[in-house]
């Protein structure tokens, strides 16, 4: 039996730089009660949203995608002919085939870079991150970009009073490298496929009769998420906490993903997190962005000072599927 050569990857992987991109307009809660019979009190109290974006014709998925990724590039301090691989988290790409992720790579400049697209909602950045660490530990790509991207505003049914005010558009991104030290922990991670309903697609695209039917939007059972998200996503995040052999004294900074203040709020209460740990609150600006949240959010809070290099970051997202990924990583 022949014997193959062993990997020579990194000992470790680490995210090295960060970018996000927010479409230019800016929709407040004004504009959302056009179309529904509520009250800008009433949605900020239910999910702390006061303003999304929506992007324009030309602020594309790839298009977003690019301009965070430059960001992140730069901030990694490292070219693009670099990379190794780009991995892109979406749900709003319609394009079947061919991945987004190929024509990101080919944009930024890489060398033929690895390229594809992945599916898992809200916690396609947390899978992204996970399959980049595995690359860059095997040996596979020194450098791996990993994007979160969607343009929910055109899954959005916007006379549906239960989501009309939830979601945004955006793109985050970050570049994973080789570490000598763990900085990003193991990931925590799964799907329970017995409650997909409670977050789906109207109408599969097969079934999509544009002479009849609305175009397809995002509808979810809106009470149904809010408890297994507060129940059961705090005992994943305390799992990967665990994971990493830290507890909640030991962090710096709790990214969750930004689906609803609430939410966020009643994972901060069972984790018992202390006082000086900063919480991830961009919902309250962005909206729900699904796969690009968490690098949204990891984004903002560094520009802004409120988290810094080097932190210790608990991340966690969850959504469709119904699907979720926690990991504990050091900020960049």
């Known amino acids: 039996m022949a014997k193959l050569k062993p990997s020579k990857g990194a000992p470790y992987a680490r995210i090295l730089g960060v970018g996000g991109y927010r479409p230019t307009r800016v ?57 190794g691989g780009v991995i892109v988290s979406t749900v709003s790409h319609f394009k079947q085939t061919p991945a987004v992720a190929t024509e990101i790579a080919d944009k930024l400049g890489t060398n033929k870079a690895a390229a594809f697209d992945i599916s898992a909602g809200c916690a396609g950045f947390g899978y992204g991150l996970t399959l980049a660490k595995g690359m860059i530990v095997e040996g596979s790509a020194e450098y791996v970009l990993v994007i979160g991207v969607e343009r929910l505003s055109d899954l959005t049914d916007l006379e549906d009073r239960a989501t009309a005010f939830l979601f945004g558009d955006g793109a985050g991104a970050v570049v994973v490298g080789p570490s000598q030290e763990p900085a990003i922990g193991p990931t925590v991670w799964g799907s329970e496929g017995d409650k997909s309903e409670t977050i789906k697609q109207t109408v599969p695209w097969n079934e999509y009769d544009s002479s009849t039917d609305k175009f397809p939007a995002i509808t979810q059972e809106g009470q149904a998420v809010f408890r297994w998200a507060v129940f059961e996503m705090a005992k994943v995040a305390q799992q990967a906490l665990d994971a990493a052999g830290i507890t909640p004294d030991d962090l710096d900074v709790f990214i969750p993903h930004q689906a609803n203040e609430r939410i966020i709020d009643s994972m901060v209460k069972t984790l018992k997190l202390p006082e000086h740990v900063t919480v991830a609150r961009d919902v309250r600006t962005t909206g729900n962005t699904s796969a690009a949240s968490i690098p949204l959010a990891m984004e903002r809070l560094l520009a802004t000072g409120e988290a810094k290099s080097g932190d210790t970051a608990l991340v966690i997202g969850f959504g469709a599927g119904l699907v979720y990924a926690a990991t504990v990583v050091t900020l960049p």
């Open 27 to 83: 929709v407040p809660n004004e504009v959302i009660l056009e179309k529904i019979d509520s009250s800008d009190e009433w949605i900020r109290s239910r999910s702390g949203i006061q303003t999304r974006h929506w992007a324009n014709d030309e602020e594309t998925v790839a298009a977003m995608s690019i301009e965070a990724s430059g960001k992140a590039i730069a901030d990694a301090g490292i070219a693009a002919e670099q990379i």
